[in-house]
């Protein structure tokens, strides 16, 4: 039997919104669902953890159950 590799996917959303006047675009509404769990979703099914790479303070609240990153790249 061989070992099956880890996948972690991220969900980047370190930017500063500045064309979204401040808002955070992953937050915004498509239909009935954030655009943020929108790809978490999608992402949670080929990937075996999540984790979501932001600087935003409030972005603990985003996902939770999802570890927080830091986006080093300012």
Aim: a positive charge; charged letters at 20%; one cysteine or more.
């Amino acid at each position: 039997m061989s070992a099956r590799s880890r996948c972690v996917g991220a969900i980047l959303a370190g930017g500063r919104s500045s064309r979204m006047g401040g808002v955070a675009k992953g937050l915004q509404p498509v239909g009935d669902a954030r655009i943020i769990d929108r790809v978490a979703v999608a992402l949670a099914e080929a990937a075996d953890e999540l984790i979501l790479v932001a600087n935003d303070p409030a972005a603990p609240g985003w996902l939770p159950g999802v570890r927080v990153v830091a986006d080093v790249h300012r």
